[in-house]
């Protein structure tokens, strides 16, 4: 039976539980929600509840268990909302159950279009080749469309890669988004033309519904290339509608996601949620905290992340990690050595503490990347992921 | 200042952490996403910054801290993506931030239209006056149209009050969306007849976004009074745009929002989630995982999700609670004592059990709820809000 999923889940049973119970459990209620002795049909049984292909003792967590389970690809009914409930809808609301690792068929992964972009569209936009990709983020939310257009002329002027909106700029009555993006736009635009580099801006989309679609086409129009969206703020699957129908570059923001993180017996590990689902709903970067920043991600998790995103995925581009949270100028040199050049570093506040000037902090910030890829090999050779699966 | 709306957390300050900086830090994370002093402007520091209104220690929660911030309603942007961030996007990712609680000025409630029907809605739809509603829901997951609609049909014949698609019915190969409605809408229509007796059947809402408003349609144009819709599979904005946009029950399934109770210092709590947001976004009923149940919540947090639900929100109508999972007919009369009328009693696979006939098994569903409200003057004491609060 090909067209099947597997989902790999870490179980850690409770008392009194057996894994095999928890196990036959999970394939029942993410499926026919039911009792198996009330299921009366065979077929149903045999083609529509998950089947537990693997088990085994998670030798580094005492007590807990690595299960796999196959479903059948119908299941999804090929959508990701009801793709994200056969893989974690009500045991979201149990315990102890985590998922690690999906996997999924040809038939499904052939569904989704994913990056718009990939490694090598962004690459192709920016002109970035062989060095890691510099992002900032525009901020404090508070701030003036001037105030902000002249933040994003400052680092473009300093040849930052990409300048995007703090993932707080919505359409606030004191900043709102039209005005916002077309006086950013233009800041960019302009130090462009002075610089001869390709500095990119992503406004954040962050609208209700019924605004969504114009907010869109007035970047669209303004000459934006990209954007950046939170899929759990504006429904994931409404992300990847509108990264099908926008020619964009699509940046996932982690906003709203952290409960999964948690706990790590329970919800999906950083690598499923902002590897591999976001960039099939069609992010081409997605950006996630950094080990040792602010938030608490560990390194194996970001790397895990990092494979989700750049390794093969059916015929999906693969997609550019970009580590945040936090992060500071000095930390750029391990950075380069932990992640090498296919990925974004993102570095926010930390700019403008570096300098009260933003074009001499920026500059600062690119001198920091261009070393860092040019005084070592090493660092080059960890790129992975950027030719190929073009689609 | 009176357009702020107020948060109030549950805080465990980490190993060396003062319960003072962790407020502050979370009214910078959620606003301007930098540290204090690099925050040029007065102005956003008094304007956009939360302020931190109440503080004192959990007598039962020892090393926790209530803490209530204020921020300005401009700050939302009048939108639920925003608002969703402002209360819980960064900080999801760090750990030991609970929301208890969220209270919404005029201004910003006005902006929302809440349920469509309310809890004298349904009961005018349906009416149940003097009783909790009865639902029950459609499976197994690989039932064909024809096979769904029969039960359908057999659960009107025993004069449930609503029956809905187990909410993993999507739009699936072997059982089609459009196919699956037309036949069990007409099934419960033919039954409607032979009864004299109202049950509405609601479909499950859960299409990719480029089929979600055929579908709204379909069950529209097929009569269908109410659907069901999973506001962490949809995304809650689309479910808030399609409630305001269609004349139906909207009814709240809490599938994907679990890793929100999983720890009891992290997330939020279920009254504020699947209470006062799924009523803001526009849910008429909001189905919960009942204590005692196969799910974990505890009785407390089942009133505190009724509470939200009922009480007073603006002008927003009150909405019925549904609790649900792996409820049996025996704890009615104990729901009845706990949870009163104003609420609907979600009884799914527990009827199949009941007896092979599920017409049987739906009447003795109904005689025990009407034994429940008839013998007992005080379950009915419970209702509240079924009154007042139309818009």
């Given amino acids: 039976m090909p067209n099947r999923l597997r989902i790999t889940y870490q179980l850690t049973p409770l008392a009194g539980q057996t894994i095999e119970a928890l196990c036959r459990a999970i394939a029942l209620e993410q499926t026919v929600e039911m009792a198996d002795d009330l299921i009366r049909s065979e077929c149903i049984r045999d083609q529509i509840v998950g089947e537990t292909l693997e088990l085994d003792p998670l030798p580094d967590a005492p007590g807990s268990y690595r299960a796999v389970i196959a479903y059948q690809a119908d299941t999804t009914a090929y959508a990701v909302p009801q793709l994200l ?19 999924l068929p040809s038939t499904l992964l052939a569904r989704w279009h994913g990056p718009n972009y ?44 990409i300048v995007k909106d703090d993932h707080g700029l919505a359409d606030h009555p004191f900043c709102g988004f039209a005005e916002r993006v077309a006086r950013c736009q233009e800041a960019v635009a302009l130090a462009n033309q002075r610089t001869g580099h390709t500095t990119l801006y992503f406004p954040n989309i962050s609208a209700p519904m019924e605004h969504l679609e114009r907010h869109l086409q007035i970047a ?25 129908h926008y020619d964009l570059v699509f940046t996932g923001h982690p906003a709203f996601s952290g409960t999964h993180f948690h706990d790590r017996r329970h919800g999906m590990t950083p690598g499923v949620l902002l590897g591999t ?115």
Same sequence: chains 1, 2.
Avoid at 90 to 101: D, Q
């Fill in 277 to 391: 689902l976001f960039r099939l709903i069609g992010c081409d970067i997605s950006i996630y905290p950094n080990f040792g920043g602010r938030f608490a991600f560990t390194q194996d998790e970001c790397h895990a992340i990092n494979s989700a995103l750049r390794g093969p995925l059916g015929e999906l581009r693969p997609a550019l990690p970009a580590p945040a949270g936090g992060m500071t100028l000095d930390r750029i040199p391990e950075m380069a050595q932990a992640y090498g050049s296919d990925a974004v570093y993102l570095i926010g506040s930390a700019l403008l503490r570096e300098d009260p000037d933003l074009t001499v902090a920026t500059r600062r910030f690119m001198a920091r990347i261009n070393a860092s890829f040019t005084n070592t090999g090493e660092s080059r050779s960890h790129a992975t992921g950027s030719r190929g699966a073009a689609r």
């Fill in 85 to 103: 409930n056969l893989l974690y809808g009500n045991i979201s609301i149990k315990t102890n159950i985590r998922i690690l690792g999906i996997d």
């Fill in 118 to 161: 990939g490694i090598a569209g962004i690459r192709s936009l920016t002109g970035v080749e062989g060095r890691a990709l510099a992002m900032t983020a525009l901020k404090p939310m508070g701030m003036s469309p001037n105030e902000l257009a002249a933040m994003a002329g400052a680092v473009a002027e300093g040849e930052c890669d």
């Fill in 220 to 244: 669209v129009d303004l000459g934006v290339k990209g954007v950046l969206v939170a899929p759990f703020l504006l429904g994931l699957d409404t992300v990847r509608y509108y990264a099908e």
